[in-house]
């Protein structure tokens, strides 16, 4: 892989973003996958959260206005961010269907762009308003208009919510909700067309895309009350115009956050945090479930974050904590339970830092679901029983979460949210009494870590029947304790970048530990930042290496000593009393971290240091001062201060190594520098002609530095210059040959200088660049046309370079440019700026390791947007200096980036397809390999015996596809780039479990969490299909008593008509988490709304009470909805109604019931009622189907579902199952669910018709390999002993729509086949991916 080309704009791939910040609005979104995209600056980085690394950083351009602007523009602060939810592609239709990787980000300037991460550009700019209005982005969210369409739904300026396309990038619908702050949109879990708006003062819109023009979207307006005061006292504080000038939100009022956040358990609960307020709001009723104030010594909220996996809920505060919000039973009331720290009090500076962004991982609860559903494996994705801290003796591990948080010194941190309960009913520090969390996850937990863990059998579930459910009788379900860990972080850069040093050590400069070794261009480019500390960037890695704080204020200088010490200054002002300037010097060395001040003065001094220059041996240092004389060090142990030299110098600099002689050779193979190191040294040479006769003697002490020379260029305030030798403690004057007189002028100021032997190149304010011999005296010039020259830096030269006069130049415009001075016209052949369009370049210097003449030149810059970036560049005789797209080694990480999703499209399509066969764990790379099976040992393959990897399951399409692939994945599996070791373990537990839990598997490593919780609850689905097949009925749904036809005297009746009927809900917990979404079973869906009764019923009002009565009715406890009915005041408008359907619903009751209340109801006429109350009369007389098409026809569709789960059962309830299945794929295009729908309700013929219409031929090989598998196994488990077994199974050879035979199953096989094999050719012709 090492000669794979990379793409194009290869550049950006060598970034390292600054750190974000407040201006940013804390944009961050964690993908399904598992990929981090955040805002830093005017840039979007992308994080692997598995392996916790930086891959990539995409810069956003500047404005398009700024290309006919004479000075260049600074691409606007990024504000939000959005992964685009598009899974990975099942067609293979073209190429730009396989662009699934997508960004949706919008800036501080009102511009919204969609970027490719595999190309590192913007694909679509969207028609905003931002070339005239400048209404910047406050938050981004994708809505779901059809199955493969989806719109963006963007917040702009204060109050604006546009809509747009995503194939035109059109604006097709707009609303203002002046004068009101809109703070955050976010998408409805339950159905991707809803979505809602937040805004600061409490007001929430509701709306639903039901298209892509303006008459398809429908708005609600909604208000949560809230206290505003703090608000108010905000306005009057900002500035006047602040609202007027487009600013959003987050500029406005950047201290003020109001967040919300959909629940995954229940839906229409929406969970609000103001800064001092916690909200359950509920969209049906419209109103407040529950109110919390902040608790008292917490921080203001900053966010709110949703479990999906347990029935809690996270808050986020401004002073960097976090706290756990659990729900109390029966109600929507939320205690908080759990409050930890984001930001370790131990090593972080004072302040601390600030948490700018939390986001939560919604895959872990899937993946927790699938290792569950292993009977004979305990939850290995939940306990790694390779960590020895992840071992709890009496503790069992419920659920695990990974959250992060993003702060603002560059710091990315995991933590991991962990429930466990207790074994033997004991309690430890602080567990939380709740049977709800336990419930919410199914209640099961993983084993004591004190068992076996190779003999650890978890839950007994039949693989047919995967069901969730407390079955561990170890578990106490009132006890759950919630801990919080930091598993791992990474560092970035920590702060604004103000200084850059790059090592360029002669071969005078020997190895920091002695001897006569010399020392090494390392690939280590030091970067001094505002906040004092130092970082050391591995540009092979692209990360920070180390980082050191060093200085309490502003580092101002910094150079190397060599290639293993840091020289740095700073400098503060005195008191008024004292006055004058406190300099500090500090020496870093980066293999130990040690900080050694040198030149500690008693006093403030007169003058502040102005610059520091290094020599290249490391051995010298020139200390200029303002208004001061300079003086000259020996960097010893201890260093030395050789002199000062009391002349007006503006510019000193050291003499870069010399061109190398064809004579010069590296050291001797007994050096213990590695061979990458020692092909380093050759390009490196000798610091001035006089060191050549000392480079064989060596320099392995101090006192040896008499024998070594080095030399200084100077320019002096007149315009005049020199050339001075250090030799040992003496300086003394070079003597150079001068050039003419004519070459000193004095009409600028000389600013810069590089000085490498013989050549000496100034330039000065005027933008004039001069070049003079030291040896010869010859010299020239040419002016540049542009500002002051700020910097020239000589590029490295090797041996057979052909130019040794190639030179960077920083303006003080802030851009550069590359000169070749050996070229007849250096400017004509010149690369201009800006090659970084949208940022201004702070510091540049060339990266000294070059090896070979063909190796690039690579220019490290610091921008002015905090970053740190590399770009390459080559020379052509016909185009001069250009950007190169080169070939070289791949990028070098501590740990393999384990993300299939980062994959080429087509190789991630050809690793799933490898999951689904299923292939052996002995296939992956010996990561695999755990500390129980130390001995075990990864066999590479050969190109033969490939297929002997694949399991030996069912097969479909072409038999020699399998091996073809995992000829193309070897390169990766060799690197370890498939999986990670703890999902490796996940799927070697998987793989041998049926082919569903396989699918779910693949289809959650690569973030498509709906597609994998179908495949969890087809089994389900089957079994319920079989049993009513079969006529072996399904546990008797519990319907409540109030259908008894007990005759109750009037006494008894009045008191159970007096007090308000509560239905108690039973275990509602079977199927909670994540898997709500795909409920289908009776039991499921009356448990489901029975569980949110409670909540509602001191809620007032005549719409509430409507609500209630419908819900009571929906479960049948026709009683208490006929209590309810009775207590309606008579002046109500209702009255008449509810007196109507009281009397209908008694009557269904019992008689004496009916008799009470024709008592106290005289009714004289009907009014006219809204549509469900006919659907309270047909219930009453028994008509329930009717009552279900009614209910679907006004579109409660969930009502419907458990109108029916309670009273209708075989064919009935399947034909309800079976319109709902339609509505859902149709109009909420959510194909999964309607999958589990149409199989619930024995529809397979369509639900494969759904498949095949979707474009996804290799899911619907899969459905039926899945549903032929569960089947076999469900026929088998009817034992011998069982009546008429034998006619069962012959009544159920195959499963209805599925018969081998049928037109449709046959031409899913061969259209699979012609998949597998087109992806064969896209795989051939796709390279792999080298990072």
Not at 521 to 537: D, R
Not at 731 to 737: A, L, N, Y
Not at 774 to 794: A, L, M, P, Y
Not at 1166 to 1171: A, G, K, L
Request: hydrophobic letters at 40%.
């Amino acid at each position: 892989m090492a000669s794979i080309p990379r793409p194009l704009n290869e550049s950006w791939d060598s970034m390292l973003p600054g750190p974000p910040s407040r201006n940013n609005g804390g944009a961050a979104d964690l993908s399904p996958a598992g990929l981090l995209a955040y805002a830093a600056g005017s840039s979007v980085s992308i994080v692997d959260t598995h392996s916790m690394q930086l891959v990539a950083t995409i810069p956003l351009p500047p404005p398009s206005t700024a290309a006919t602007s004479a000075t260049p523009s600074l691409s606007p602060f990024v504000t939000s961010v959005r992964w685009s939810p598009q899974p990975l592609p099942h067609q293979l239709l073209s190429p730009d269907s396989l662009n699934h990787l997508l960004l949706a980000v919008g800036d501080r300037q009102g511009r919204i762009s969609l970027l490719d991460f595999r190309s590192k550009s913007t694909i679509l700019n969207f028609e905003t308003d931002a070339a005239t209005s400048k209404l910047g982005i406050q938050d981004l969210c994708w809505i779901q208009t059809r199955i493969d369409s989806w719109i963006l739904a963007a917040l702009s300026g204060p109050s604006l919510l546009s809509l747009y396309s995503t194939i035109s990038g059109r604006c097709f619908f707009k609303y203002d909700a002046s004068p009101e702050f809109f703070s955050c949109i976010r998408g409805d879990p339950f159905d991707r067309r809803h979505f809602c708006a937040l805004g600061l003062k409490g007001f929430l819109l509701s709306g639903t895309v039901l298209g892509d023009t303006e008459n398809d979207v429908v708005v609600k307006e909604l208000q949560i009350r809230t206290e505003t005061s703090e608000l108010q006292r905000l306005e009057r504080d900002s500035s006047s115009g602040a609202g007027g000038n487009g600013a959003p939100a987050l500029a406005v009022f950047p201290t003020y956050m109001v967040r919300f956040a959909f629940s995954w358990h229940w839906k229409h609960i929406l969970y609000v945090v103001f800064p001092r307020e916690l909200v359950v709001f509920d969209l049906q009723y419209e109103t407040e479930l529950s109110m919390a104030a902040l608790p008292r010594g917490c921080g203001k909220f900053l966010d709110v974050l949703a479990d999906s996996n347990m029935e809690v809920f996270y808050c986020a505060h401004v002073d960097g904590k976090v706290s756990t919000w659990r729900r109390k039973g029966g109600e929507q009331v939320h205690i908080m339970c759990m409050m930890e720290e984001l930001m370790p009090s131990v090593g972080t500076p004072v302040p601390s830092p600030s948490i700018l962004a939390v986001v939560v991982s919604q895959t872990d609860s899937t993946l927790q679901n699938i290792s569950k559903l292993c009977s004979d494996v305990h939850s290995s994705f939940a306990v790694d029983f390779n960590n020895p801290f992840d071992f709890c003796d009496e503790s069992l591990v419920i659920s695990k979460t990974n959250m992060i948080s993003i702060s603002d010194d560059g710091k990315i941190w995991k933590w991991l949210l962990t429930a466990e309960g207790f074994g033997d009913g004991s309690t430890n520090s602080g567990p939380v009494k709740d049977k709800d969390l336990l419930e919410a996850n199914g209640g099961t937990a993983a084993p004591s870590a004190d068992d076996d863990p190779l003999n650890v059998v978890g839950p007994s579930n039949d693989v047919n029947s995967h069901r969730i459910s407390p079955s561990n009788p170890t578990i106490s379900q009132e006890e759950v304790l919630l801990k919080i860990n930091l598993v791992g972080q990474l560092h970035l850069l920590s702060s604004t970048v103000t200084m850059l040093a790059v090592p360029s050590p002669s071969l005078t400069a020997t190895l920091a530990r002695g001897g006569n070794l010399p020392a090494v261009a390392v690939p280590l480019v030091a970067l001094g930042t505002q906040s004092g500390s130092i970082e050391v960037i591995d540009v092979s890695a692209n990360a920070v290496a180390a980082s050191f704080s060093v200085h309490n204020s502003v580092v101002r200088g910094l150079r190397w000593l060599g290639n293993s010490r840091l020289v740095s200054f700073s400098y503060i002002q005195g008191t008024e009393k004292t006055g004058g300037f406190i300099n500090k010097l500090v020496v870093t060395c980066v293999r130990s971290g040690l900080n050694r001040t040198f030149r500690v003065m008693q006093k403030p001094e007169r003058a502040p240091i102005r610059a520091l220059r290094a020599s290249s041996s490391g051995r010298y240092l020139l200390i200029l001062f303002r208004d001061a004389p300079v003086e000259v060090w020996a960097m010893t142990k201890t260093p030395i201060m050789l002199r000062s030299l009391a002349l007006p110098f503006t510019v000193v600099e050291w003499t870069l190594p010399t061109v190398p002689r064809p004579t010069q050779n590296g050291p001797s193979k007994s050096s213990s520098v590695s061979s990458k190191d020692q092909a380093a040294i050759l390009p490196a040479g000798t610091s001035s002609p006089m060191a050549s006769s000392a480079e064989s003697k060596g320099a392995s002490a101090d006192g040896a530095q008499d024998e070594f020379s080095e030399s200084f260029a100077f320019a002096l305030v007149n315009g005049a210059l020199g050339v001075f030798e250090v030799h040992g403690r003496r300086i003394r004057d070079f003597r150079p040959k001068w050039p003419t007189s004519t070459f000193v002028t004095s009409d600028g100021l000389i600013t810069a200088m590089a000085y490498r032997l013989p050549h000496v190149v100034m330039g000065d304010r005027s933008g004039n660049i001069r070049w003079w011999d030291v040896t010869t005296g010859q010299s020239s010039s040419f002016n540049t046309h542009r500002e002051g020259i700020r910097r020239i830096k000589f590029s490295p030269v090797v041996l057979g370079d052909r130019s040794r006069g190639r030179i960077a130049v920083l303006f003080y415009d802030n851009t550069f440019s590359v000169f070749d001075l050996d070229s007849p016209d250096p400017l004509a052949n010149s690369l201009l700026q800006p090659q970084f369009p949208g940022t201004l370049v702070l510091e540049l210097d060339w990266l000294p390791v070059r090896i070979e003449k063909n190796d690039p030149l690579v220019l490290c810059i610091a921008g002015a947007d905090s970053s740190f970036r590399l770009v390459e560049v080559k020379f052509d005789r016909k185009v001069g200096y250009e950007s190169q797209n080169r070939s070289i080694k791949e990028r070098f990480r501590p740990v393999p980036l384990c993300s299939p999703i980062l994959l080429p499209t087509p190789h991630a399509l050809a690793l799933r397809m490898i999951l689904q066969l299923g292939v052996k764990p002995s296939w992956f790379n010996a990561f695999y390999s755990t500390m129980e099976n130390a001995d075990y040992h990864v066999q590479t393959p050969s190109t033969t015996d490939l297929r002997s990897y694949m399991m030996d399951s069912p097969r479909v399409g072409d038999s020699v596809v399998p091996e073809m692939l995992l000829k193309v994945l070897e390169p990766y599996r060799k690197e370890g780039c498939i999986l990670d070791d703890e999902r490796a373990r996940l799927y070697a537990s998987v793989v041998n479990k049926g082919s569903a839990l396989r699918f779910a598997f693949a289809a959650a490593i690569f973030g498509d969490f709906m597609e994998a919780l179908f495949w969890l609850q087809l089994p389900n689905a089957l079994n319920h299909l079989m049993n009513k097949l079969v006529k072996k009925s399904p546990t008797r749904v519990p319907v409540p008593s109030s259908t008894s036809t007990v005759e109750l005297d009037e006494e008894s009746m009045l008191s159970r008509i007096s007090s308000k009927g509560k239905s108690v809900p039973g275990d509602a917990g079977k199927t909670k988490g994540q898997l709500r979404l795909m409920a289908f079973e009776q039991q499921e869906l009356w448990d489901s709304a029975s569980e949110r009764i409670p909540w509602h019923e001191k809620l007032d009002g005549e719409e509430a009470i409507q609500n209630r009565v419908h819900e009571l009715v929906s479960i049948g406890n026709l009683e208490a909805a006929v209590s309810l009915l009775l207590s309606t005041s008579p002046e109500s408008s209702y009255f008449y109604p509810n007196a109507l359907r009281a009397i209908a619903l008694s009557s269904a009751v019992s008689r004496s019931l009916l008799e009470l209340a024709l008592k106290v109801v005289a009714a004289n006429m009907v009014r006219t009622d809204r549509s469900l109350s006919g659907m309270h009369l047909l219930c009453a007389v028994g008509r329930y189907q009717e009552a279900c098409s009614q209910l679907q026809d006004a579109g409660c569709w969930t009502d419907a579902a458990t109108l029916a789960a309670t009273h209708l059962k075989g064919s009935d309830y399947a034909r309800v199952l079976q319109r709902w299945a339609e509505h859902v794929l149709r109009a909420e295009h959510k194909i999964w669910r309607a999958l589990i729908l149409y199989v619930s309700a024995g529809s397979l013929q369509d639900a494969l018709a759904a498949l095949r219409e979707a474009q996804q031929p290799d899911t619907a090989a899969m459905f039926i390999l899945a549903c032929r598998e569960i089947h076999a196994d469900f026929i088998s488990s009817l034992g011998s002993d069982e009546e008429s077994s034998s006619l069962m199974k012959d009544k159920l050879p195959y499963l209805p729509g599925l018969n081998p035979e049928n037109e449709d199953v046959l031409a899913v096989g061969e259209y699979y086949g012609q998949y597998q094999r087109k992806l064969v050719h896209m795989c051939m012709d796709s390279q792999p991916f080298s990072d």
